[in-house]
């Protein structure tokens, strides 16, 4: 069976389980469970997930997407399909991060989409006229009143503590012309609310291939609210010209996406520019790792004393800093190597053993090629998103320090213990999605690093 027919298979399981949810489920346990069974479809397909750290803690937002063409094959029923871009939302971001898949819209179906009917009908969204989908026998006094009654609704919900997902263009297009024009409607909604909601973009790509054919692509901007560009009432007459703003930033946004070169060559290009401008300065401390240090954005500020560079990037396994070894240390004999490997390779197909083995691999190869330079090596750090990994954490943080116990180059940083109480993650130390820090968390990194070069006489 190939991809495609895997992934269709879950997508027909998934609307099944909705139309045949018993009739005593409301419409939150069927949306919950659809939420669920996406989730287990996305299992099945190559999906570049990007920017969980711009996450809001304020779960009551407003996510918005440009909304992309279903591939014709991707039926699940006749002629019916799940849009796809949509129910990652609501499963990937939504009920994974906040525990709820939220809020959405949907439009009326014709009289002839029995099938779209049954489904949506079970779901239970609210519903609105779209544009190329209204019957001629529907007046447009009855389109007002519908699609009026949606912002009364949705402005409700959102009071009620629940995030929003909806698409600002009203119709959908294929990744290479995405996204169409925003409309104001979603962008006055926000605007109305005297405590304004954070907006968050949720930039996607190539749902509208086939998972054979191109990788899934999405990626969470930084949020913002309307305030933030002079907006505090929705009759501004500035907001026209702000929504054209952000429609052209996010047509910037869906392009790189898809444009994006593969393990990480984007941000690599930007480090070796990096490193020819500073790599030949003198008593540098250098960052290498992936989100934890990547996004340590005021790393500088922390160590004002110390000449730091930060070359962390991405997502990176230990096999991408093997791969661009030689462009990251194209610099000057450091005076201290700062380290953070192995979490992410926790999420590859790789044995706990194999992680230590490749972690001590190349602390070993930076010795070898610096040899004066004192190296740190930053535990593992617990995680909500990885609680279910934590015997391998702890199991690679353990061997890691016997490691570094038993070799003079080479200093263990326990990160660990301090994110840890009473065999719990403190949750205060993470950003919403549970796996990158917050700037509590980061002080507590700063603190024990500072530790370390206190003993090694660096400060």
């Known amino acids: 069976m190939?991809?495609?027919?895997?992934?269709?298979?879950?997508?027909?399981?998934?609307?099944?389980?909705v139309l045949k949810s018993p009739p005593h489920f409301t419409k939150e346990k069927i949306r919950e469970n659809c939420a669920i069974n996406f989730l287990k479809a996305l299992e099945k397909v190559n999906l570049v997930f990007k920017g969980s750290e711009n996450l809001p803690y304020e779960k009551n937002s407003i996510f918005i997407y440009n909304h992309l063409f279903n591939h014709p094959f991707l039926k699940v029923d006749d002629s019916f399909q799940i849009t796809l871009d949509s129910h990652f939302v609501s499963s990937k971001i939504l009920y994974k991060y906040y525990k709820n898949p939220g809020f959405r819209v949907t439009r009326f179906p014709l009289e002839e989409e029995i099938n779209h009917k049954?489904?949506?009908?079970?779901?239970?969204?609210?519903?609105?006229?779209?544009?190329?989908?209204?019957?001629?026998?529907?007046?447009?006094?009855?389109?007002?009143?519908?699609?009026?009654?949606?912002?009364?609704?949705?402005k409700d919900q959102i009071l009620n503590g629940l995030g929003l997902a909806f698409s600002p263009e009203g119709n959908s297009h294929s990744t290479e012309k995405s996204p169409g024009i925003f409309r104001n409607g979603i962008f006055k909604l926000a605007a109305s609310f005297e405590e304004q909601p954070k907006i968050v973009p949720i930039v996607m790509a190539n749902f509208d291939k086939l998972p054979s054919e191109a990788t899934f692509k999405c990626e969470i901007k930084a949020p913002f609210k309307i305030s933030d560009?002079?907006?505090?009432?929705?009759e501004d007459p500035n907001l026209t010209a702000v929504i054209k703003s952000i429609n052209d930033d996010y047509a910037k946004w869906v392009y790189d996406l898809r444009n994006e070169k593969p393990f990480f060559r984007n941000e690599i290009d930007v480090l070796r520019k990096q490193i020819k401008k500073r790599g030949?300065?003198?008593?540098?401390?250098?960052?290498?790792?992936?989100?934890?240090?990547?996004?340590?954005?005021?790393?500088k500020n922390d160590f004002k004393h110390l000449n730091i560079i930060n070359l962390g990037f991405g997502g990176a396994y230990i096999s991408s800093i093997s791969k661009y070894f030689d462009d990251l240390t194209a610099i000057n004999q450091p005076k201290s190597i700062v380290l953070y490997l192995g979490g992410n390779d926790l999420t590859l197909d790789m044995s706990d053993d194999d992680i230590i083995k490749k972690t001590q691999e190349i602390i070993t190869r930076f010795n070898i090629k610096f040899p004066n330079a004192i190296i740190f090596n930053i535990s593992i750090k617990p995680s909500l998103e990885r609680i279910n990994q934590m015997d391998s954490i702890i199991k690679i943080n353990k061997h890691m320090?016997?490691?570094?116990?038993?070799?003079?180059?080479?200093?263990?940083?326990?990160l660990f213990d301090k994110l840890i109480v009473g065999g719990k993650v403190i949750k205060e130390d993470f950003l919403q999605d549970g796996l990158h820090l917050n700037s509590t968390g980061y002080k507590k990194l700063k603190s024990v690093l500072n530790q370390n070069f206190i003993k090694h006489n660096l400060i």
């Not at 779209?130 to 609704?153: A, H, L, M």
């Not at 560009?229 to 929705?234: A, D, Q, V």
């Not at 490691?403 to 940083?413: A, K, L, R, T």
Request: proline letters at 1%; one cysteine or more.
């Open 2 to 17: 190939s991809l495609d027919e895997i992934f269709l298979n879950e997508l027909k399981r998934l609307y099944l389980a």
């Open 280 to 299: 030949m300065e003198s008593d540098l401390f250098v960052f290498y790792g992936s989100s934890t240090i990547r996004l340590w954005n005021h790393l």
């Open 118 to 154: 049954k489904y949506y009908d079970r779901l239970g969204y609210t519903k609105v006229y779209s544009r190329d989908f209204t019957p001629s026998t529907v007046s447009k006094e009855e389109i007002k009143t519908k699609n009026k009654n949606f912002y009364f609704k949705a």
């Open 229 to 234: 560009y002079g907006i505090t009432n929705r």
């Open 401 to 414: 320090a016997d490691f570094c116990s038993n070799n003079s180059f080479i200093n263990q940083v326990d």
